[in-house]
């Protein structure tokens, strides 16, 4: 049996002081450095890209969201050609808000956006627009499971055909796919939430998110 | 809103911790030129898509990345046939401007010494004392307990500096126990 003390000494001084005083070369650290540059140029493209197909998502899903509109929308409910029409218009930044920094400050009624900073995601932008007198309101994220385009409607939206109930407590989340983008519905505070992703994003993902608010809103 | 917390990894900030991976992987490889190459391909892997991490650990994080990649690479290194390398005419190693001479050959010695170890030992030591992680943060990026990781250094440290000595010199390359 080893009897060794088993406290361990310090290395030898002479030794630490030769591996502290070793850096890095000039050589290895200009590489890393263009491996930095050329990584950010191209997500900063591949950002552009997808942020324009989640401006063109989020007008189908909500698009999509609308159709199903309960009865009594009559011939004045928007078609999807309406709502892709929005995907042309600008968006402002989301601001967050100053009582709650884990809330922005766009909202509708009493339901806020919330930041997701926690989740890794990033407010990049919203929009206002209405919809057959409906308001709704569009919060664009950014981040590792970007993009994702969170909608409130103002007013409750007839369930979706198709999909599936993903969640029951603490509200009923739907999740369904609409032209190639996962997408959740629920309904908070007698609106209409509806949140889309391209198909890369797991449904899974938007289902958690979804469930956050909905526990938040709950509690 | 309760999800586990997590952020980003910044690759602003990647270039912090050049030195301590440099060095790592030096003691890893045993060789500078693998150890840039290491270095290269570890930035090259993180950097491929964006990271989340669930804490502040960006050099924990940075190390693990570090060490797959090294034992990635010498897995399939050890799938390749061998060759040998050629005794003459090989290309001169660049000496770094910013080292001396005689301090880069004790370097060499040193990493030489720490990369010779057994895995285990030569990765507690790359840990704490190359990379400056706790016994705490070396034993989770090793899968290991404290206990061990502190067990394992003091071996390390006893082997690499009878290895350095004059008389333990010849045995660099052979087994710690």
């Known amino acids: ?219 | 809103m309760t999800a586990r917390p997590s952020r980003p990894l910044d690759p602003e900030r990647l270039g912090d911790h050049l030195d301590r991976l440099y060095r790592a992987a030096w003691g890893l490889c045993g060789s500078r030129e693998e150890a840039e190459d290491l270095v290269q391909d570890t930035y090259a892997r993180v950097l491929s898509k964006p990271r989340m991490l669930r804490n502040d650990d960006d050099l924990g994080y940075l190390l693990r990345v570090l060490r797959n990649t090294f034992v990635s690479r010498h897995r399939t290194a050890m799938r390749r046939p061998r060759t040998e390398p050629f005794a003459e005419g090989a290309e001169p190693v660049e000496l770094r401007p910013e080292l001396r001479p005689d301090a880069a050959l004790d370097a060499q010695d040193v990493f030489a010494a720490i990369s010779a170890l057994p895995d285990d030992f030569r990765d507690a030591l790359v840990a704490v004392d190359v990379a400056g992680l706790s016994y705490r943060e070396a034993g989770k990026l090793l899968g290991a307990k404290e206990a061990t990781i502190t067990s394992r250094l003091h071996r390390a440290r006893r082997q690499v500096e009878k290895n350095l000595s004059a008389d333990g010199q010849e045995s660099a390359r052979e087994g710690v126990l």
């Open chain 1, 1 to 219: 049996m080893n009897t060794e003390p088993m406290q361990s000494h310090p290395l030898d001084e002479r030794i630490t002081e030769t591996i502290v005083s070793t850096g890095a070369p000039m050589r290895l650290r200009a590489a890393v450095e263009a491996e930095r540059e050329r990584t950010y140029v191209r997500r900063l493209v591949v950002r552009r890209m997808k942020i324009s197909g989640a401006m063109a998502g989020v007008a189908a899903a909500l698009g999509a969201a609308f159709a199903l509109i309960a009865p009594g929308g009559g011939s004045s409910a928007p078609t999807v050609g309406d709502t892709l029409a929005l995907a042309g218009h600008g968006r402002t930044a989301a601001a967050v808000a100053s009582g709650n920094s884990g809330l922005l400050a766009a909202h509708v009624a009493d339901v806020s956006f919330p930041t997701w900073r926690k989740q890794g995601l990033q407010p990049t932008g919203q929009r206002t627009d209405t919809l057959s007198g409906k308001h709704a309101v569009t919060v664009f994220y950014g981040g590792a499971a970007a993009p994702i385009a969170y909608s409130i409607v103002d007013g409750k939206l007839a369930w979706p055909s198709g999909g599936s109930v993903a969640m029951r407590s603490p509200t009923e989340i739907r999740s369904l796919t609409s032209g190639g983008r996962n997408v959740v519905v629920w309904r908070e505070h007698g609106l209409t939430c509806v949140m889309s992703a391209p198909s890369a994003v797991p449904a899974a993902r938007l289902v958690k998110l979804a469930a956050g608010v909905a526990s938040y809103y709950a509690a």
